[in-house]
């Protein structure tokens, strides 16, 4: 007797990875915050209204993260496949990067702290496979300026509409 039916796979591998880049979206948001704070000297209003909108950034990315991890965990237990092919594209995407790393950085020392942390990454995303719950978070402008070379979807793209 056969299970219960599948998921479509790329509709599960598309909303995890929504998941995941609204988990980086939403981190790179509030470090962009945090820095405005840091160094753009608000004033007390402006500084409120910051600390506001990180809290709510945050409030956020912890329900998200929270779906990720059930999802991520799910999906190595029922399709882990799935989640290896994920894990190839993601290695290979940042691999596609290494052999432009001159094309990108502006300097040895800027390439060579790329190239460092392209490696991490790859380390983070193969971590995967062997259990790591936390969303690998990408800086987003790693892919400003190359088109075609992001992963998956955007937020709010990839489901279906109601």
Request: hydrophobic residues 35%; contains cysteine.
């Amino acid at each position: 007797m056969a299970g219960p039916p599948r998921a479509d796979p790329a509709l599960e591998m598309s909303t995890l990875e929504e998941l995941r880049r609204t988990v980086e979206l939403l981190d790179h948001r509030i470090g962009g915050l945090l820095d405005y704070i840091d160094r753009g000297r608000p004033d007390q209003a402006e500084k409120e209204s910051a600390e506001r909108i990180i809290s709510e950034c945050e409030a956020l990315a912890k329900a998200v993260n929270d779906d990720y991890v059930v999802q991520i965990s799910r999906l190595r237990r029922d399709r882990y496949d799935l989640v290896e092919r994920w894990v190839a594209d993601h290695v290979s995407r940042l691999d596609g990067l290494v052999p432009v790393l001159g094309d990108i950085a502006s300097s040895e020392l800027e390439r060579s702290t790329l190239a460092f942390v392209i490696d991490s990454l790859k380390k983070r995303w193969h971590a995967v496979l062997s259990g790591e719950d936390a969303p690998v978070l990408e800086h987003p402008r790693l892919w400003e300026g190359r088109p075609g070379q992001g992963f998956g979807v955007q937020p709010g793209e990839g489901r279906p509409s109601s």
